[in-house]
């Protein structure tokens, strides 16, 4: 079984940064994708954020040359760097990995999410 701890959130003003880290802890075999997804309210849960194994990234629009995804292979752990932040980034942040247990079992699990705050 693989979970996930969120850890960053919290309350900042626009234009300040965060940095919210995700860390998977279990039988792990390997890890392929690491995302960042967001929802805030009365809204849909979105993609802001993706980084496969390789170190390939993608971005929503609407956080490009904000936000930065990275990764640490070797501590299981996803990492959303995010600058010149604005009201309009409130949401909950979720993490969500997906992998292999072994060489055959995969695994596609969420975190518990993360509260960010960006007050005018």
């Known amino acids: 079984q693989v979970q996930l701890v969120e850890s960053g959130g919290g309350l900042v003003q626009a234009g300040g940064s965060l940095r919210l880290s995700c860390a998977a802890s279990g039988s792990i075999w390997r890890i392929n994708a690491m995302d960042w997804y967001r929802q805030a309210p009365g809204k849909q849960r979105e993609l802001v954020a993706a980084?496969?194994?390789?170190?390939?990234?993608n971005y929503a629009d609407s956080v490009k040359g904000r936000f930065t995804i990275s990764r640490d292979n070797a501590k299981n752990t996803a990492y959303l760097q995010m600058n010149s932040l604005k009201p309009e980034d409130t949401a909950v942040y979720y993490c969500?990995?997906?992998?292999?247990?072994?060489?055959?079992?995969?695994?596609?699990?969420w975190g518990q999410g993360t509260q960010v705050t960006v007050s005018s």
């Open positions: 980084i496969i194994r390789g170190g390939s990234t």
């Open positions: 969500n990995f997906r992998g292999l247990l072994t060489t055959t079992l995969e695994f596609d699990t």
